[in-house]
């Protein structure tokens, strides 16, 4: 520790003190402008590639390419949200809401704010609402007072998650539908238009081109992978961790760092992942670019030892072997009272 860190106050002003003099907190506009015309090109490129094809068996494999680009554009507008793309909020909220509910028909709004109270307090059964009892149950707590749907599912979730998760991209649609018909949604009026501008184009794509047998598959086969797809980038960073409740006497440092899990990876795992298998640097720093998170890894790791705060990283299997563990044993008050 520097002298300097020494007069900056709290563990995490001196952490965040190492990350700023590594210039890790700069703008990337270069990279951000290739990756959005790389994902906006795909996304495009795949689109043609469907209406070139016509009614045909092949359409199977452009539903599956065209799940990866839904879940590319996303993650993109996970870090339009952030602020990693753009420094003020307004061009953020444009292009995000022109990815999020007109790209892949989902609510930008709602899950901003949704993830925004994820961030402020992770895996915290009252507050976080990524841990909520509404399908699944996170901790044995919620499984005795459990009732219903995650009462009946709760017993085996473990065995079923990766089947739920071909719902997930259902599931994110009928969220944002539902968002739009709630006051509160501060661009409610323009969220619909755009949310019903996407169901329109989208469901007029599949049934002009493909006939009807042909269009649902397409449906269910696009809307399933995807669904996998953004199940599999969200669940090995937190679930499996530690769970809050009540007014947990943690800093923000270790609040964030105790209930997040790093997976180890390359290139590939860090494109795939959008840089979120890097999850306790990016909660650390969620303003941070996504390409600065390799970096600020080590330095973070070290940091965490000096203060003796444990600091998880795993391989993407372990990670959810993990998960799917945590899953099984938080429903086995269920199982026992069967």
Not at 70 to 97: C, N, T, W, Y
Not at 98 to 108: F, K, V
Not at 141 to 148: F, H, K, V, Y
Not at 291 to 301: D, F, G, K, T, Y
């Amino acid at each position: 520790m520097t002298t300097t860190e020494h007069h900056v106050g709290s563990d995490f002003a001196r952490l965040s003190h190492r990350i700023a003099a590594a210039g890790l907190m700069a703008r990337r506009p270069g990279y951000y402008t290739l990756r959005i015309a790389v994902v906006a090109g795909l996304f495009a490129a795949g689109w043609v590639a469907f209406g070139l094809l016509g009614n045909s068996w092949w359409q199977l494999a452009v539903a599956g390419f065209m799940a990866v680009m839904f879940g590319q554009i996303a993650l993109l507008s996970h870090d339009l949200a952030h602020k990693q793309v753009f420094r003020r909020r307004r061009p953020a909220e444009i292009a995000g809401m022109a990815a999020g509910n007109l790209g892949i028909g989902m609510s930008y709004g709602w899950w901003m704010d949704k993830h925004t109270r994820h961030h402020a307090n992770p895996n915290h059964e009252e507050l976080d609402p990524d841990v909520d009892p509404d399908i699944l149950v996170w901790s044995k707590d919620q499984a005795r007072a459990s009732r219903g749907v995650p009462r009946f599912i709760g017993r085996y979730q473990a065995f079923l998650f990766f089947p739920l998760l071909t719902l997930e991209g259902l599931n994110l649609h009928w969220s944002g539908l539902r968002a739009v018909r709630r006051p509160g949604l501060r661009y409610r009026k323009t969220e619909a238009a755009l949310l019903a501008a996407h169901f329109v184009l989208y469901s007029g794509a599949l049934f002009t081109v493909l006939s009807p047998g042909m269009a649902l598959l397409f449906f269910a086969v696009h809307q399933g992978l995807w669904g996998v797809y953004m199940g599999s980038i969200f669940a090995p960073n937190h679930k499996g961790m530690p769970t809050l409740t009540g007014r947990p006497e943690l800093d923000f440092l270790r609040k964030q760092v105790l209930t997040s899990r790093n997976v180890r990876g390359g290139l590939v795992t860090d494109v795939a992942l959008g840089g979120l298998n890097y999850q306790i640097e990016h909660h650390l720093f969620p303003s941070m670019p996504s390409p600065h998170l390799r970096r600020a890894q080590p330095i973070v790791q070290a940091y965490c030892a000096e203060l003796g705060v444990p600091y998880l990283q795993t391989s993407l299997v372990e990670s959810y072997r993990q998960a799917l563990t945590h899953l099984h044993e938080a429903g086995a008050p269920l199982r026992n009272r069967s």
